[in-house]
């Protein structure tokens, strides 16, 4: 298999005359760009990319006056480039908003401003040097930022590596949009939040928390908006980027489980058993495991071949010490384990000894509203180190797959259709937000309907360690894992150890790439 590295160069900072009283600093994609300390020396910023990869860098642009400035991204075959403002959600820069190719930018004099660069490599990208430049226009002056890209090695699979599944709480994309989701206009928002989700690496499904008092809990999650029979559902479960998701169940309004049948029925025409799951709890106590019992078994005498797939952050005492004896607890009724990591804690070997117990079950880690510092996890506070190892660590310890519970746990209703409600005050700033609505950032909406939401940075650094991941598994299958996980040790020794130099993650990236032959 041929192989294609790109590598990037950008200067660190930039004051030139060229564009007087403008400033433009450099960051790595991992740091904070707020903090002038963490942007990149003068000397130069080297990003090794595989063919088919996105990497990014950040950009932090101050002014001594008002000024608007233009960009202009360089035309290269092969190479895409997208430049993002970067708006601040909870007091963060987050929020990845597109700048359409020749649109401006007003910066405030001594109010910085944000920008995302993203250099996408096409499959066919051809080997070579590309001296470039991004282009920084204000009246009657330029500056350029140059990139000087050299393309020398491997390329990416079409599909991410794993399935990161993550939920899409359709009733809070109802309260954002003020629509019903049973209409048509209700089907297309749920696409573009799906679409999104898929474009950033992640396996998205449609879930509805249901908790009424004196109830045992449901948690009905589904993979398309559509019945099962619909030709459209087929063709959007047919992306090879959907790794996994999930089929219907535990739906209140479907007592009989019809909906589930009908969706058996798609997967085994299809032959997509292997990649159906079905939620049938999230995070049950022992109460509740006599539930988890007979929920299996209404699948199974369903669909058998449906893999259970239950969440859980505690052991049957309600302590996450006892968390390892949750496999005997469910036995055969529970095929996919999905443990939090907080409950793991620093236990790196859990995961490998679980997937090695006899019923070789799958295991997909998780992070929610813990762990908290200094375990990675996305919420808004940490670091992009801290973004970019949660994956690591689920590579480091052998896991299958991984569970995000939601994009959009948003709380409450969106005062205005399509704007941004507030976070959750029950969580941490970020947690369960992967994905804004675009209204409130975006000043000119499409005449009918709404934008597709907006990525966050700390998504984009999950898609970047998804695709660290697939490096790593390249790598494992040439000189094996113990090889590959010796040098990712010596970057990230352990859970909560990690550099302080975002440069460390590169320098085992090129170090990887250059064994690849």
Not at 394 to 407: C, H, I, P, R, T
Request: aromatic share 12%; with cysteine; charged share 20%.
């Amino acid at each position: 298999m041929k192989k294609t590295v790109l590598t990037t160069l950008l200067s660190g900072m930039l004051t030139a005359s060229a564009l007087a009283g403008v400033e433009i600093k450099v960051f790595h994609s991992l740091a904070d760009v707020r903090d002038p300390a963490e942007a990149v020396p003068g000397g130069t910023l080297a990003l090794t990319m595989a063919r088919n990869e996105y990497e990014s860098v950040q950009l932090a642009v101050a002014a001594s006056e008002p000024v608007v400035l233009a960009f202009s991204l360089p035309a290269v075959p092969g190479l895409t480039f997208s430049l993002f403002r970067i708006a601040e959600a909870g007091g963060v820069p987050d929020v990845l908003v597109p700048l359409p190719e020749g649109g401006s930018v007003e910066v405030a004099a001594g109010q910085p401003a944000y920008f995302w660069l993203t250099v996408k490599t096409a499959v066919q990208a051809e080997p070579g040097g590309y001296p470039v430049s991004l282009t920084v226009t204000a009246p009657e002056t330029a500056l350029h930022v140059p990139l000087q890209i050299e393309v020398t090695g491997f390329t990416m699979p079409a599909a991410p590596p794993i399935a990161v599944a993550a939920g899409i709480m359709d009733r809070q994309v109802a309260d954002i949009y003020h629509r019903e989701l049973d209409s048509e206009a209700g089907c297309n928002i749920l696409l573009q939040w799906h679409e999104k989700c898929l474009e950033y690496g992640l396996s998205p499904y449609f879930w509805r928390p249901v908790y009424e008092e004196g109830q045992t809990p449901l948690n009905y999650c589904y993979p398309s908006p559509w019945p099962a029979d619909d030709p459209r559902t087929a063709a959007l479960l047919a992306d090879p980027r959907q790794v996994a998701f999930a089929v219907p169940f535990c739906n209140p309004d479907d007592p009989d489980a019809e909906e589930l049948r009908r969706f058996a029925d798609l997967l085994a025409a299809r032959n997509w058993h292997d990649r159906s799951f079905c939620y049938v709890f999230d995070e049950p106590t022992d109460e509740y495991y006599p539930a988890v019992h007979e929920r299996a078994a209404r699948l199974r005498a369903i669909d058998p071949a449906i893999p259970v797939l239950v969440s859980y952050f505690c052991g049957p005492d309600r302590e996450r010490e006892s968390l390892g004896e949750v496999y005997d607890a469910f036995g055969e009724d529970c095929d996919i384990h999905s443990m939090s990591y907080w409950a793991i804690g620093e236990d790196e070997g859990f995961i490998d000894r679980l997937r090695r117990q006899p019923r070789r079950p799958e295991v997909w880690p998780y992070v929610c509203c813990g762990p908290g510092e200094p375990a990675p996890n996305y919420f808004l506070g940490m670091s992009g180190l801290q973004h970019r190892f949660v994956l690591w660590r689920a590579w480091k310890e052998n896991a299958s797959g991984f569970l995000y519970w939601a994009v959009n746990a948003f709380s409450g209703r969106a005062a205005v259709p399509g704007g941004l409600p507030a976070f959750n005050p029950a969580f941490a700033a970020g947690d369960g937000v992967l994905l804004y609505p675009a209204e409130d950032f975006i000043a000119a909406p499409p005449a009918s309907g709404f934008q597709p939401p907006l990525a966050s940075v700390r998504l984009a650094r999950l898609r970047d360690s998804l695709e660290d991941w697939a490096l790593f598994e390249a790598c494992a299958e040439q000189d094996g894992r113990e090889t590959v996980l010796a040098a990712v040790r010596e970057v990230y020794p352990a859970p909560y150890q990690y550099p302080d130099d975002p440069a460390a993650v590169d320098t085992l990236r090129r170090k990887l790439f250059a064994t690849l032959h």
